[in-house]
């Protein structure tokens, strides 16, 4: 190798372990504050290290996460807008259609009660553990440019998805509820997670870890969540 090889590739690690160092660093809200000092309700299995760490910043994965963030927000459609804010707002509006067509009932003070005690304090702790730079804190880094439509539900750490995994915990309670339309009800949680992609928040990767989590979380409660309901039994006047 000569000199000049030599010089390059010393330049382009130097920038691979400047790029590989940044990590989210903006103040914590003091709710998240309080979620990091709970412990889950009802949860049993050592959900801290269910997850490996992320790609690494200046891995090739990234890159190509980041290239394919940057281009399917570089010009959002009106549809796909409006579908970015009812996500932001909520990810269980997305349920709401296929719900009334059916005649079905949305559990919302169950999925309150055992998000608020159980899965929420689980998403701040992961996302705190291993405190993945946005995306756009990246690619400014790399020169490559994410088109972000700014709410106020994007400042925490990436990884993984809260608002997926919120998303795919109520498609398992659902599938529960109502077994014929498991399908259905993944296919809008994966919905949700294409939602914070097209914001420009979130890593195709983060969206994968969220469902490896919320079904494993589930798994692990639901039990507690439906202790008189035999599991697979349709109950279409659950409230």
Do not use: C, W
Not at 64 to 72: F, G, P, V
Not at 97 to 103: F, N, Q, R, S, V
Not at 138 to 163: C, F, R
């Amino acid at each position: 190798m000569t000199s000049k090889n030599k010089f390059i590739k010393g330049i382009n690690q130097a920038m691979a372990d400047m790029i590989d160092k940044v990590s989210y660093d903006q103040p914590i809200s003091e709710d998240n504050k309080k979620a990091l000092e709970l412990t889950p309700k009802y949860v049993t299995i050592d959900y801290m290290n269910l997850l490996s760490d992320p790609p690494s910043n200046s891995s090739d994965i990234t890159r190509k996460e980041l290239m394919y963030l940057s281009k399917i927000t570089s010009n959002l459609t009106e549809r796909q807008l409006e579908l970015i804010k009812m996500v932001d707002e909520d990810p269980n509006n997305l349920f709401m259609p296929i719900l009334k067509i059916h005649g079905l009932k949305f559990p919302k003070d169950k999925f309150k009660e055992f998000y608020k005690s159980t899965l929420e304090p689980v998403i701040v702790q992961l996302k705190y553990k291993f405190l993945r730079a946005r995306p756009y804190q990246l690619a400014e880094k790399m020169g490559i440019s994410i088109k972000v439509t700014e709410t106020d539900s994007h400042h925490t750490p990436a990884y993984p998805s809260g608002h997926t995994m919120y998303a795919a915990f109520a498609a398992s309670m659902l599938s529960t509820m109502y077994p014929d339309y498991t399908s259905d009800f993944y296919r809008i949680a994966n919905i949700a997670g294409e939602a914070r992609m097209l914001q420009g928040v979130h890593y195709p990767s983060d969206n994968d870890a969220s469902m490896v989590v919320a079904s494993a979380i589930y798994e692990d409660i639901k039990y507690d969540m439906f202790p008189d309901m035999k599991i697979g039994e349709d109950n279409a006047t659950t409230d």
